[in-house]
């Protein structure tokens, strides 16, 4: 299992490298959920699913 994203402080959502990009998934209970591969150079608050609004 992957690390927390740190941007986002939460248990559910974590990421993996894969080569250059960072894999961000969510957990749940009996199932993983892909939301996002993103270069590793590009930060995450730069992407609409993950702004607060």
Same mark, same amino acid.
């Given at each position: 299992?992957?690390?927390? +994203?740190? /941007? ?7 990421? *993996? ?9 969510? +957990?749940? /209970?009996?199932?993983i959920?892909?939301?996002?591969? *993103? ?9 609409r ?5």
């Amino acid at each position: 299992m992957g690390r927390t +994203v740190p /941007e986002l402080n939460t248990e559910h959502i974590r990421e *993996i490298f894969v080569y250059s990009y960072r894999l961000v998934y969510k +957990v749940y /209970e009996n199932k993983i959920l892909i939301v996002a591969v *993103i270069h590793g150079k590009r930060l995450l608050e730069n992407h609409r699913q993950f702004t607060k609004e």
